[in-house]
């Protein structure tokens, strides 16, 4: 059984083992925590799909830890103008494991 959740302005494939990196949660490690937008749910031939979000659906996941991406380099250029911007920035992410999927 897989669905497909959205959190933190993306949407994720996730099935119950899966884990899973998100935009970062306010939640404590080992907590566990709810994903009411299910926008589909579907094992095997048999597959349902929100308008947008399934009505009642939702996928329960345990938060194994937190941290942040690899250092991503940002360069604004214009040629010949003298203009040259640098800078750098890190996402943080939290890691879940998908623990059940109700639809």
Same mark, same amino acid.
């Given at each position: 059984?897989?669905?497909?959740?959205?959190? %933190?302005?993306?949407?994720? *494939?996730?099935?119950? %083992?899966?884990? @899973? =990196? @998100?935009?970062?949660?306010?939640?404590?490690?080992?907590? +566990?925590?709810?994903? !009411? /937008?299910?926008?589909?749910?579907?094992? %095997?031939? +048999? $597959?349902?799909?929100?308008?947008?979000?399934?009505?009642?659906?939702?996928?329960?996941?345990? $938060? /194994?830890?937190?941290? =942040? !991406? !690899?250092?991503?380099?940002?360069?604004?250029? =214009? =040629? *010949?103008?003298?203009?040259? *911007? /640098? %800078?750098?920035? *890190?996402?943080?992410?939290?890691? @879940?494991?998908?623990?059940?999927? $109700?639809?």
């Amino acid at each position: 059984m897989y669905a497909v959740i959205a959190t %933190g302005g993306k949407q994720y *494939r996730v099935a119950e %083992g899966s884990v @899973v =990196r @998100v935009e970062k949660l306010e939640a404590e490690a080992g907590a +566990n925590v709810e994903f !009411d /937008q299910v926008l589909l749910v579907g094992e %095997g031939e +048999n $597959v349902k799909v929100g308008t947008p979000f399934l009505s009642g659906g939702k996928v329960v996941a345990t $938060v /194994q830890s937190h941290g =942040r !991406d !690899d250092k991503k380099t940002i360069v604004k250029f =214009r =040629r *010949r103008k003298h203009y040259l *911007r /640098q %800078g750098t920035h *890190r996402q943080s992410y939290t890691e @879940v494991k998908i623990t059940s999927i $109700v639809a």
